[in-house]
């Protein structure tokens, strides 16, 4: 079976159970994990914040960002399809007492306009004041999308000139990079707060980052207790994040060449594929009404894909266990399946 349903998919690598294998590890509680203690080193700046803090997961990472940056009756502006938004069981209200007002995005941004539009008078007594922003790059739900370099920068610039705390759910991050020629820490600099998975186009088994100044990060490290992800010989797990720092970081192209080719072979096919929206390891297949149908039809073929947030499209997602010859075979299967209820163009989402 050729599992194209997520890049959280991935087996760790033969060497990165080595690396595993050989971790020197201590209690993390303590700081007394040298390697979890060195990866937070290497983490923080590899995404341009001063410190990092190791946790289990990205929804614990933004989660504990979204705590510290923001105090209960504030108001929270994300992308209306984001992770923070739809995947996160209401977090922000729950843990944190925050309002979230989805903004509509195009491609998964928001403009510097939407952000003004949507500040609110700080003295009134009935309204929940807009404090926090919240970005995600790459945006999963529209397919991978990056953000241009000079959109974050406004989008920061903005949040700055109107005193409100940003965070950036960079979970794939390292896509984001690559996707737009422009270093990780060039990227996250600017954020008050920033998120990394671990466990999917880096391939570990798990494993996520918060970035953040020393001040913020004092503030994280008890948020960590206080979401219940302060872990023990956690070095276990970091040797994985060290290991795909080294290693999975600059094979990350050889993904979106990948994908960009799987988007290539299905609109040739006739497929409703657009090459224009596959800029990192997602390809968005437009397979009409029967959605359910045609994902079981493609399964038969021996692929396995998954659904959006778009109730006509699936995602096949190209990570580090998807070689040259799985992508063929997929290119060959995916359209047979679908022989069927081919569709036009994917519009732009
Ligand atoms: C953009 C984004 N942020 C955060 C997460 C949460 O990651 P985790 O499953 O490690 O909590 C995901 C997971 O798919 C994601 O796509």
Known sequence: MIDLRSDTLTQPTPAMREAIARAAVGDEQKREDPTVNELERRGAEFLGQEEAVFLPTATMANQIALN???????????????????????????????LTIGLPGTNGRFSPDQVVSELRDRTSVHVAPTRLVAVENTHNSSGGRVWPLAEIDAIVAVCREHDLRIHLDGARLANAATGSGVEAARIGRGFDTVTLCFSKGLGCPLGALIAGSAEL???????????????????IVAAAALYALDHHVDRIGDDHARARRLAAGLAAAGLGVDLDQVETNFVQIDVGADRAGAIEQIKERGVLVSTTVHPTVVRAVIHLDISDEDVDAAVEAIPAALGATRTGALRAR
């Open 68 to 98: 510290i940056l923001g105090n209960p009756g504030d108001a929270l502006l994300v992308e209306r399809h984001a992770h923070i938004m739809l995947s996160e069981l209401g977090g922000p209200a729950a843990h944190s007492g925050l």
């Open 217 to 235: 990060m004092a503030r994280a490290r008890r948020g960590k207790h206080y979401f219940g992800g302060a872990m023990r010989q956690a070095g």
